[in-house]
């Protein structure tokens, strides 16, 4: 049973320090999400991944948050310095597009989301 | 900028009644929408993806329509259980690998 696990679960840090969320994907998908997901703004789309390569970073906010691929079985979130306002939970999901980008004239692309990490900074 | 709204909020119905959940967004250029379920502490679970081309999926006791003219989607759930309890969100991708997803409705079925 594939699935996207996510580390850590649950992560509790004091203002200013970093942070280090870990996704493996479902083997074999080549398109990795990274979601915020609050109350007030529900869910929120950070980063997304094609083969390794950032496709739109534009919901991340750039000078505290960085997200990387070192290979495909890892994507990373990280946050430095975190601060209150970054409590939520961070969603990873992964999803298969076929390279080229279509199938039928219309790409693929169901997502299948981890578990989260849930994420209180003091 | 595309926004996705889903209505109603919360919606509270006794087990084996039929019912729909709206999502309407509001540039219809888009090129698919996505019905996800998620359960209290966790992920989201995909149920049906709709393509642009496409007016509905159908999945078991799911049924996912589209009409992107009017910018509307609607799950219908048949025979509701118990089980179906949950927050149900629609996401649309647009044609610039860009997702927007709605609040979400949750759904109480009472046994």
């Known amino acids: 049973d594939a699935r996207v696990t996510q580390t850590p679960r649950h992560k509790v840090t004091e203002m200013g320090q970093e942070v280090t969320m870990r996704c493996q994907p479902i083997?074999?998908?080549?398109?990795v999400f990274w979601y915020r997901q609050t109350m007030m703004q529900g869910l929120e789309l950070l980063a997304y991944?094609?083969?390794?390569?950032?496709?739109?970073d534009s919901g991340m906010p750039k000078d505290r948050f960085s997200a990387e691929m070192p290979d495909a079985t890892l994507a990373t979130l990280k946050i430095q310095p975190s601060e209150p306002r970054d409590s939520a939970v961070y969603f990873c999901?992964?999803?298969?597009?076929?390279?080229?980008?279509?199938?039928?004239?219309?790409?693929?692309?169901?997502?299948?989301f981890g578990p989260g990490t849930r994420l209180l900074v003091l | 900028k595309q926004e996705v709204t889903q209505i109603p909020a919360a919606l509270s119905v006794p087990e084996g009644e039929n019912l729909v959940l709206n999502c309407s967004f509001t540039?219809?250029?888009?090129?698919?929408l996505q019905w996800f379920r998620q359960d209290p502490g966790k992920g989201l679970t995909s149920l049906l993806l709709?393509?642009?081309?496409?007016r509905e999926q159908t999945s078991g006791r799911l049924n996912a329509s589209l009409d992107k003219s009017s910018g509307r989607s609607t799950l219908y759930i048949a025979a509701s259980q118990p089980g179906d309890s949950a927050t149900y969100l629609c996401?649309?991708?647009?044609?610039?690998?860009?997702?927007?997803f709605g609040s979400g409705t949750k759904l109480n079925v009472k046994p």
């Open positions: 540039d219809s250029a888009i090129y698919n």
């Open positions: 991944f094609r083969n390794r390569a950032p496709l739109d």
């Open positions: 709709i393509q642009s081309s496409q």
């Open positions: 999901a992964s999803g298969l597009t076929p390279d080229g980008g279509r199938v039928g004239g219309k790409q693929q692309e169901t997502q299948y």
């Open positions: 083997l074999g998908h080549n398109t």
């Open positions: 996401a649309v991708k647009d044609n610039f690998n860009k997702f927007y």
